[in-house]
C-alpha cells in the first residue's frame, strides 16, 4: 500500500495539493480522475520525489529511496537517451538486470526489430510510448505509474496494454491518470477524484457497472 499523508504542494501561490490523505491499495489498478490543471501529474511527480512537496508519502512503509528500483514512472517528459537506439535505453533503464538479448526478445512484442535498433530521437510519440511499455514488462515494478498511457497509442496497442495492466495488476500496485475513459472503463478497480485541491476516494461504487464518464459528468463539472 501506499499511504500519503498530509500532502501538499503549491507552485508560487497557486496550491495545487493542500492536506492529502489517501491509501493506494497494493496489486489494485487504481485511477485518477480530474480536469486539466486539477494536479494528477503534480501528485505523480511528487510520488516519485520530481517535486518538493510538504506531508509524507510512503511506499510500504518504506520512503521511496529505499523502493526506488522497485518503482516505474511513465509521464509524457520522461527522460530517454535520445541518441541511443530503444534497445539501448532499455538495457540501461532495466534494473531488473535482465541481459541484453532478453531485453529485446521482449520489447520485439512492442516494436520490431528495425525500430528497436533506430535511434530514440527518430521515434513517433506513440513509438516512445511503446518503448516505456516494454520496460513495464522487462522491470516488473512492484509499484507502476502512468500518467496518461492512452494517448498517443494506436487502436490494438491500448487493447493489448489493458489486458497486459489487468494481468500485471495481479502483482503490481497501478497507479492511472488519464483523459479516455474507453480506454480505463472495466479496467480499474479504484477511483480518486482530484479537484480543488484535494484527492478524494469513491467509496463502495461498482466500477464495473458505472461509466466514467457518467461520474465525470456528476462529481466534477
Ligand atoms: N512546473 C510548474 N510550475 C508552475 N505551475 C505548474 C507547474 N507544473 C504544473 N503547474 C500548475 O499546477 C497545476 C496542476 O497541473 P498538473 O499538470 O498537475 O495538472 P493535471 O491534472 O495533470 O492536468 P492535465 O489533465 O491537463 O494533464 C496547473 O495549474 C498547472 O498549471
Keep these: ?92 533503464m532495466n534494473f531488473r538486470k ?25 521515434y513517433s510519440y506513440g513509438q516512445r510510448k511503446k518503448l516505456f511499455i516494454a520496460l513495464v514488462e522487462i522491470c516488473s515494478p512492484k509499484y507502476l505509474i502512468m500518467d496518461e498511457i492512452s494517448n498517443g497509442l494506436d487502436y490494438e496497442s491500448m487493447k493489448g496494454l489493458k489486458k497486459s495492466l489487468k494481468e500485471w495488476s495481479k502483482n503490481m500496485t497501478i497507479i492511472l491518470t488519464g483523459h479516455q475513459f474507453d480506454f480505463y472503463n472495466n479496467l480499474i478497480d479504484e477511483l480518486y477524484i482530484v479537484k480543488d485541491s484535494q484527492i478524494t476516494y469513491f467509496e463502495n461504487l461498482d466500477l464495473n457497472k458505472e461509466n466514467l464518464g457518467d461520474i465525470y459528468d456528476e462529481n466534477i463539472i
Design 98 to 122: 535482465l541481459k541484453k538479448k532478453e531485453c529485446y526478445n521482449i520489447a520485439l512484442k512492442y516494436l520490431s526489430g528495425d525500430i528497436l535498433k533506430r535511434k530514440v530521437s527518430t
Design 1 to 92: 500500500m501506499i499511504t500519503i499523508t498530509n500532502l501538499s504542494k503549491n507552485y508560487g501561490k497557486n496550491k495545487v495539493l493542500q492536506d492529502v490523505n489517501i491509501n493506494i491499495p497494493e496489486n489494485k489498478i487504481s485511477f485518477l480522475m480530474g480536469e486539466n490543471g486539477a494536479g494528477k501529474t503534480t501528485f505523480i511527480k511528487c510520488l516519485v520525489q520530481l517535486e518538493n512537496y510538504k506531508g509524507q508519502i510512503l511506499f510500504d512503509e518504506k520512503e521511496f529511496q529505499d523502493v526506488r528500483d522497485e518503482v516505474l514512472a511513465i509521464y509524457d517528459d520522461a527522460p530517454l537517451y535520445t541518441n541511443l537506439s530503444g534497445i539501448e535505453n532499455l538495457d540501461l
